[in-house]
């Protein structure tokens, strides 16, 4: 009796760990398809948001304001941009989505972020299309296109000192309104020269949200599954938490190396020469030396007057203070529409970076180098629109 008690016994646990296995795996099953559910009902309540809030169109309408998509703008990752007309007459920009696109999480990102803006320096959001797997987004059109091909080495159309200034600060003040301004706070993940568009005035507008991240504004630090930004504007602590966490001073960093490369810093024949060392490339330390020569000859020509030297010197200091490698010493955006607004005079040299990053760290993230060429992305799709990126 006692052998066939110890076999009912055995018998009796190994039954239960197998009930017990089987009911853990059925639960976590049911967790998985509950957060799935949860997630779908979201973005099916988002859409039905945006629905309320923003002009909802159908594909066949859109086809119509495009004329069947006849008038292509700009080409990418995440889709085809193109040009087209409302009823009312008004020009567009219409931004088609490819049906491989997933479950839409960029999209409703995008469509979630623009509808919370308006301001003189965001792209005005006029309306989407979510029917089936067609997804697609109505812009206003704006007549001079990217900020990258005034700046482009392969095609770049002069502006002067005074207008670089302006688009500078105009770009500024449209970070400052996401990350300030917004009922929610928006970190815009992906400024670059692509992604600034200029009206007939050249007034910038900073566009293309779709890796753009919502927080609370009383939160600092953000939360990030994936990588995300486009090579050569990413800041340092998004490849390495060594710097610190991640949070709206990322887009600090990103409109440094804007204003740097805006001001012709990061042309080819400047980054070849300084090539052979990998931390000037990924800080340009050689700007202090001009700097303090009082050479800025890269930025105008010989030819300069006193006011256009202090405007560039200016934006130089500005720009330095952005690209800090340790975000707690960039200034947030408010500041830095302070700086470039202030005089000259109240602006002091930023202290030049021992450059804590390793050689080895140099290299190994190389993606990070501003040598690379534009429009390369990280935790997205890469955007190469020759005219207007939105």
């Known amino acids: 009796m006692t052998g066939q008690k110890r076999v009912v016994t055995i018998t009796l646990i190994a039954v239960g760990s197998a009930t017990g296995l089987v009911s853990i795996i059925v639960l976590l099953i049911l967790l998985v398809r509950r957060q799935i559910k949860r997630k779908k009902n979201r973005q099916n309540n988002s859409v039905a948001m945006f629905k309320v809030l923003l002009k909802h169109y159908t594909y066949a309408e859109v086809k119509k304001i495009t004329k069947s998509f006849s008038h292509t703008i700009g080409k990418g990752g995440f889709g085809t941009v193109y040009g087209g007309n409302l009823c009312n007459g008004r ?91 917004c009922k929610t706070r928006i970190v815009h993940f992906d400024i670059k020269p692509q992604n600034i568009l200029l009206d007939g005035n050249l007034c910038p507008k900073v566009s293309d949200f779709g890796l753009a991240k919502l927080c609370e504004k009383r939160e600092s630090i953000v939360s990030l599954i994936d990588m995300r930004g486009t090579i050569g504007y990413i800041a340092p602590e998004v490849f390495s938490r060594m710097y610190g966490g991640i949070s709206y001073k990322s887009d600090v960093y990103s409109y440094g190396m804007l204003v740097i490369e805006m001001l012709g810093a990061r042309t080819k024949e400047i980054i070849e020469t ?113 005219s207007i990126n939105i």
């Open 274 to 386: 300084t090539a052979s060392n990998a931390t000037s490339v990924y800080f340009p330390d050689w700007i202090y030396d001009d700097l303090e020569n009082g050479q800025q000859t890269w930025i105008l020509g010989d030819e300069v007057t006193t006011e256009e030297n202090e405007i560039a010197k200016k934006m130089i200091l500005v720009s330095l203070w952005c690209i800090q490698p340790c975000p707690m010493d960039r200034p947030p955006m408010n500041r830095v529409v302070e700086m470039l607004e202030g005089s000259l005079d109240s602006l002091e040299t930023p202290p030049k970076p021992s450059m804590h990053i390793s050689r080895g760290l140099v290299t190994d993230q190389s993606s990070s180098l501003p040598s690379f060429s534009h429009g390369q992305e990280v935790g997205g799709n890469t955007e190469t629109f020759d």
């Open 91 to 181: 020009k567009v920009a219409v931004k088609v989505l490819k049906d491989s696109t997933g479950n839409g999480e960029d999209f409703i990102n995008e469509v979630a972020s623009m509808s919370q803006t308006s301001h003189i320096n965001i792209v005005s959001l006029l309306g989407f299309c979510y029917e089936g797997s067609k997804r697609a987004i109505i812009y206003e059109f704006l007549e001079n296109g990217s900020l990258d091909q005034f700046i482009s080495r392969k095609k770049p159309l002069n502006l002067d000192v005074a207008t670089l200034y302006g688009i500078a600060l105009g770009v500024a003040r449209g970070l400052e309104y996401l990350h300030n301004g």
